[in-house]
């Protein structure tokens, strides 16, 4: 039997996803902004912003209470 989450843990699990969303994003995107710092690569930064909203995405769907089917 899987267990349950609480609405407070689906809050929690939602907030963490997001958090790396916006870890990745800032890695992938915001440092190729950064002069000096890397070329900016036009690919990394369409993956940090698929990333970024696909974990939204995904923290939304944690947050209804459907996860992912």
Do not use: S
Request: hydrophobic share 50%; glycine share 16%; charged share 15%.
């Amino acid at each position: 039997m899987a267990k349950q989450l609480t609405p407070d843990q689906h809050g929690r699990v939602a907030e963490k996803v997001m958090e790396w969303g916006n870890l990745v994003f800032i890695g992938l995107v915001i440092v190729q902004i950064i002069p000096g710092v890397a070329p900016f690569r036009l690919g990394a930064a369409g993956i940090g912003i698929v990333c970024l909203a696909g974990a939204y995405w995904v923290a939304n769907r944690i947050m209804r209470g459907g996860g992912i089917r």
